[in-house]
C-alpha cells in the first residue's frame, strides 16, 4: 500500500504518520515512512537548498526553477524508493506528494496548472498512490498551532498568508475535483482522535 499525507505545514500530518506507522506494525506489518522533498540522498540535499535558501535583494529562485527541483527529488525519490518497496510489499506513508505541488506551485505560486500535472506525472512515471490523505486545517488555525512550538521557519513558512491561503484553497479545489482519490480528515482533531479517523475511514475502503 501506498499512502501520501497532504496539508499545510503545522496541520499535524506528520505526527499522524507517526502514528499510524507504530498501529501498522503493531499488526505485524512492514512499513516504511518517507518525505517529499527529500527521502533520498538526492532528494535531502535539495530539500535543504529549497527550504533554506534566503530571499536576498540579488537572488529569488523562480517558480519555474523551484518546480524542477520539487520534481527531480521526487523522480529520484520514486525510482529508488518508493517503487522498489511497494514491490516488496512494503506499506509507504509518504509526507508530501505530487498534490503538494499542484497546492505549492500551481496554487501558491500561480504556475499553469497543466504543467505542474505534466511533470507530476514524468517525474512519478504514473506511480499514484492508493489514496491521499489531506488533513484539513486551515492557514490561520496551523499558524495559531505553531506559535507554542517557537521554531525557525524555514523559506516555504515564511511566504505572506497570501501564499498559504492560496496553497489551502488549491488543496480544497484538488479534492473537490478527484473526490475518489481523497480522504479528508479533520485537522483540529486531537492526534488520538485523529489517528482513529483515519484508521476507521481507511478500513471502508477495503
Avoid at 30 to 39: A, D, I, L
Amino acid at each position: 500500500m501506498f499512502l501520501v499525507f497532504e496539508g499545510l505545514d503545522g496541520c499535524g500530518k506528520s505526527t499522524l504518520i507517526g502514528n499510524y506507522k507504530t498501529h501498522l506494525e503493531g499488526l505485524g506489518r512492514q512499513v516504511y515512512v518517507t518525505r517529499e522533498p527529500g527521502g533520498t540522498p538526492l532528494g535531502e540535499e535539495l530539500r535543504s537548498t529549497l527550504l533554506t535558501i534566503k530571499k536576498n535583494a540579488d537572488f529569488k529562485i523562480s517558480p519555474r526553477a523551484e518546480l524542477l527541483l520539487y520534481e527531480a527529488s521526487r523522480a529520484q525519490h520514486v525510482d529508488q524508493v518508493i517503487m522498489p518497496k511497494i514491490k516488496e510489499g512494503i506499506t509507504v506513508l509518504c509526507d508530501r506528494f505530487t498534490a503538494s505541488s499542484v497546492a505549492f506551485q500551481a496554487g501558491g505560486r500561480t504556475l499553469k496548472l497543466q504543467d505542474v500535472d505534466w511533470l507530476n506525472s514524468f517525474a512519478t512515471s504514473n506511480c499514484k498512490p492508493k489514496k491521499q490523505v489531506f488533513v484539513d486545517l486551515s492557514y490561520s488555525d496551523c499558524q495559531r498551532r505553531k506559535l507554542g512550538m517557537n521554531q525557525a521557519l524555514d523559506r516555504l513558512e515564511s511566504e505572506a498568508a497570501e501564499f498559504h491561503n492560496k496553497v489551502y484553497q488549491s488543496y480544497l479545489d484538488q479534492v473537490k475535483q478527484n473526490p475518489k482519490d481523497w480522504l479528508v480528515l479533520d485537522g483540529s482533531l486531537n492526534p488520538d482522535e485523529l489517528l482513529k479517523s483515519l484508521i476507521f475511514n481507511l478500513s471502508q475502503l477495503e
